[in-house]
């Protein structure tokens, strides 16, 4: 009886429409429809309207999570770890099996969510509570631990469209900080603001979970991950692959990240095989490998290559294209450009290709292309040689993060009005 | 909080908690409506004189065509009042429909981060409408002194009648918002059938220019029942109220408000799928 989330055989299906892009549709086009299938002789073009493929985000997932207990949720994207959010905080409804709550729940999946820019921070705070949930007299009696703790008493009767975008990632933050649920779910919120303000939200989190709360915290910062919950969950496409304390769970997660020493065994390649990539790692400026990538955050990847007598002590070149999901080709980082000169000495080596700004893309997975050249003549060149995935930084300081529809490409830009 | 200590999520299974849910969920509807009214009187004047001044030019010239030029029958009521009393329901109707049909939409962030009964959203957004509504009846009673009619009793028979707009815009923003999730192009449906439906109820003219035949065929339109029971009590019409009217727009509008709650629980889960 001490649990306090259950769920049993949990699904959920999505349907991808191909033929039409948007999501919702349009009533013309059903009438269009609903006409041709009254007239069947034009059948072949209203088949083109069936043309959908179902799509299981979560698929079968049992587990239970007992009164008190911190729980991080890991996976990479599109793993349905925030599926599995919007299931249990009842944003969508599940295709198959039950979940039992017990107790409040509350969701932190955008902080902010229901501010009216036109109203003041204080009219805000009691919109935005009652939207999370919380009773009026509630708001009242904590209205002022939330103007403390977002730090914004000089603003409080401002309209929030004058707010920076710090104070108003704070203040809906504050306001969620406060609802006192007794089962918490969290979605990547530590994300945003200044460092300062993330280490209150996660002192703030940490007393939540002291006071014997029950918190589901997704995220792609392990570290949170770790220092958080005692115990992880990880999700790999819809299915759980593993449950047990956060160490071992997170341990396995990187691990289990497809490494490189196969690399060098793979069949599906060309060139004359001179010389050959063996293996690929990304390596942070601490020396941490992972497949996880920062946006815009420096890090090296790191070749090994194993060379035949040909091409010792030949000039080597190097080429690497960045492809996204639909290995749409992205850029290159080729050492061809920069007249960078590469030599093979031995019989194996590394080459090093330092990116010191990191890649400007959106959080998704990506590949890799290797082209290897010695003397102009490629030697090796192997598609999907690595996958990677790439998480954001808070590079707006807002806590938005572009979505795959805005393109793969993040540039820092600013925006005024003309004077 | 004792009742909401347990949630049971099943698929395929509507949720017993839906009334529980919506009741322990009230104060969400009081703090919707007071944020639409907050933003849409900040700009005071701006907001104040939009109310007045829409039915005061739409009854110059409603009373300068039907009554004037066309020369429609009055029924003994001054034309101005007799088209204003109709003007204020018909107002807080399509007002309420127009911008309740958007609502789920317009605030699909909403929808798509935090779980609420979805129906808050639409019903909550009627109360600016009514909030409109009462700023402009301020109008009508002025008008009434003007023409120096006694509302007398019958005065206290209004909220019936304002609730029985609210109950037939109500079911009509219920069933159009979701719709309007559903498919987007649906407001340029909304759009006409608010426009038509100004001409198909009796807004600029009295009823009794229908023929006696047609008569409650034309009442299946729940306004008209509606504005007859504003006319009635409010703009002086001495001929005694028709209850079958009101009666029937009682019948459709709860028909309505049945069908609209039917589509929309049937579709709400989906909701945050589709927004």
């Known amino acids: 009886m001490n649990s306090a989330i259950r769920v049993n055989n949990l699904g959920k299906k999505y349907q991808i429409t191909h033929l039409p892009k948007q999501r919702y549709r349009a009533l013309r086009d059903v009438i269009a429809e609903r006409l041709r299938t009254v007239f069947p002789g034009r059948s072949k073009l209203s088949r083109q309207y069936s043309n959908r493929e179902e799509f299981w985000a979560l698929e079968d997932l049992t587990f239970e999570v007992k009164i008190g207990e911190r729980v991080g949720i890991i996976g990479r994207n599109g793993a349905g770890k925030s599926t599995l959010l919007k299931l249990l905080s009842r944003i969508t409804a599940p295709s198959t099996g039950r979940i039992l709550l017990r107790g409040r729940v509350a969701s932190l999946l955008e902080v902010g969510t229901g501010f009216h820019p036109e109203l003041t921070g204080r009219e805000n705070i009691y919109v935005n509570g009652s939207i999370l949930g919380m009773r009026r007299n509630e708001i009242r009696q904590k209205f002022d631990e939330i103007v403390a703790f977002a730090n914004i008493e000089q603003f409080l009767d401002t309209p929030v469209k004058r707010y920076s975008s710090g104070m108003y990632m704070r203040l809906g933050f504050a306001i969620a900080a406060h609802l006192e649920p007794e089962i918490l779910l969290v979605d990547e919120v530590l994300a945003v603001g200044d460092s300062e303000f993330q280490a209150k939200c996660l002192g703030k989190m940490e007393s939540i979970s002291k006071e014997g709360r029950t918190v589901l915290f997704v995220s792609h910062n392990m570290s949170a991950v770790a220092t958080l919950c005692d115990r992880a969950i990880l999700l790999q496409k819809g299915r759980e692959a593993m449950d047990g304390s956060v160490s071992s769970v997170i341990a396995h997660y990187l691990e289990a990240t497809p490494s490189a020493e196969q690399l060098g065994d793979r069949t599906d390649r060309s060139g004359t095989a001179h010389a050959r990539v063996t293996g690929i790692e990304f390596r942070d400026p601490y020396g941490v490998i992972s497949r996880t990538l920062v946006s815009r955050k420096a890090f090296e990847i790191v070749l090994d290559v194993e060379a035949t007598q040909e091409a010792i002590g030949k000039p080597v070149s190097v080429i690497i294209v960045v492809c996204d999901r639909a290995e749409t080709r992205l850029f290159s980082l080729y050492s061809e450009w920069q007249r960078s000169v590469l030599e093979m000495k031995e019989k194996t080596g590394r080459l090093i290709c330092s990116v010191p700004q990191g890649f400007p893309l959106i959080p998704d997975q990506y590949s890799l292309v290797i082209g290897l050249l010695v003397k102009g003549i490629v030697a090796d060149k192997i598609n999907n040689a690595a996958q990677f995935e790439v998480i954001s930084d808070d590079m707006f300081g807002t806590g938005t993060v572009p979505s795959i529809g805005f393109g793969p490409i993040v540039v820092n830009h600013s925006w005024f009005t003309a004077t | ?275």
């Open chain 2, 1 to 275: 909080m004792q009742n909401d200590r347990e949630i049971l999520i099943e698929a395929n299974q509507i949720e017993r908690r839906y009334w529980l849910d919506l009741w322990l969920y009230r104060e969400l509807f009081y703090f919707l409506a007071w944020r639409e009214i907050l933003v849409r009187y900040k700009q005071t004047i701006v907001g104040i004189a939009w109310v007045v001044i829409r039915p005061l030019l739409t009854m110059s010239v409603f009373t300068l065509v039907f009554g004037r030029l066309a020369k429609l029958p009055a029924d003994g009521m001054p034309y101005p009042l007799l088209v204003l009393s109709a003007l204020l329901p018909w107002q807080l109707f399509s007002a309420a429909v127009t911008e309740g049909s958007a609502s789920l939409v317009g605030n699909a962030n909403m929808i798509s981060k935090i779980y609420f009964p979805r129906l808050i959203v639409p019903a909550s957004s009627i109360v600016v409408s009514v909030v409109d509504f009462l700023f402009s009846l301020l109008i009508l009673m002025a008008a009434m002194m003007l023409y120096g009619i006694q509302p007398g009793w019958k005065i206290l028979l209004l909220p019936v009648f304002l609730a029985m707009t609210c109950i037939f815009a109500l079911g009509m923003t219920i069933l159009f918002s979701a719709l309007n999730v559903r498919y987007r192009d649906f407001r340029y449906v909304i759009g006409f059938i608010v426009q038509f439906g100004l001409l198909v109820s009796p807004v600029a003219f009295s009823i009794s220019i229908i023929p006696q035949a047609w008569q409650m065929v034309y009442a299946l339109n729940p306004m008209v029942g509606i504005i007859e029971g504003f006319r009635w009590c409010l703009a002086g019409n001495h001929n005694p109220l028709n209850m079958s009217f009101v009666l029937l727009s009682i019948l459709v509008s709860a028909m309505i408000l049945t069908v609209g709650l039917m589509y929309f629980r049937a579709t709400e889960r989906t909701f945050a799928d589709v927004i």
